[in-house]
């Protein structure tokens, strides 16, 4: 299974859009990337899922390079309720393997 | 309304006392799955179902035990609980192979002494 790398944390301002890059240079043909947001003692909640290209919904666009070695998370707008962790999950069949996270935290 | 449940919410027991933890889902979904998350290790996966009777471990299964009787339930149960085991635990679930979009339960926080 593909391993994740996330930045460990990010800074932003209200209002701002924020964009966290997840890298996974293994990741294989068949897998799906996937995000989600946790807030502290909550579960995670799924964010969005996509393979290739460029995935839009109501809250976030995933963009997904060619070589799928990495995804890029877009958050419009952010306001100080999309403080929170941010995990980038690349799922192969049955697995789904949460890596470390990016802890962000948006300021007025 | 579409919702994950784990039971209890809090649980403060001592070693070696066997005790379960219940997952029910109401959203007829095939995977169901069980995560600890401890300060610093993240989310981590203990055991997962993708449908009844079929079980497999995840990265961190053992100490822990698993059954899958009905698509619904997916009960946690820790035969000898150890203080190693004092931990946040998540249930979730999802519908199939064709979507990675889990529902994560409130979570069930465990204390061992």
């Known amino acids: 299974l593909a391993k994740t790398t996330q930045p460990i944390s990010m800074d932003s301002y209200e209002g701002q859009e924020v964009n966290i890059t997840c890298s996974h240079n293994n990741i294989a043909t068949n897998d799906y990337i996937t995000w989600y947001q946790q807030f502290p003692s909550q579960g995670p909640r799924f964010i969005i899922q996509g393979y290739k290209t460029k995935v839009t919904n109501e809250v976030a666009s995933l963009f997904i390079p060619a070589d799928r070695k990495s995804s890029t998370l877009s958050l419009p707008r952010v306001s100080l309720s999309d403080t929170a962790v941010y995990y980038c999950?690349?799922?192969?069949?049955?697995?789904?393997?949460f890596g470390a996270g990016t802890r962000l935290t948006v300021k007025p | 309304e579409a919702q994950v449940t784990q039971n209890p919410r809090y649980l403060i027991t001592v070693t070696g006392k066997k005790l379960t933890v219940t997952c029910s889902q109401n959203?007829?979904?095939?995977?169901m799955s069980w995560y600890r998350q401890d300060p610093g290790l993240g989310l981590r996966q203990i055991y997962y179902s993708m449908n009844v009777e079929v079980t497999d471990k995840g990265d961190v299964p053992e100490g822990y035990k698993v059954s899958r009787k009905e698509k619904r339930n997916f009960p946690l149960i820790l035969e000898s609980p150890s203080p190693n085991q004092t931990s946040l635990y998540f249930c979730?679930?999802?519908?199939?192979?064709?979507?990675?979009?889990?529902?994560f339960g409130p979570g069930t926080r465990l204390t061992v002494t």
């Open positions: 959203m007829n979904h095939e995977y």
């Open positions: 999950l690349v799922a192969e069949g049955d697995d789904m393997r």
């Open positions: 979730a679930s999802r519908p199939g192979t064709s979507s990675y979009e889990q529902y």
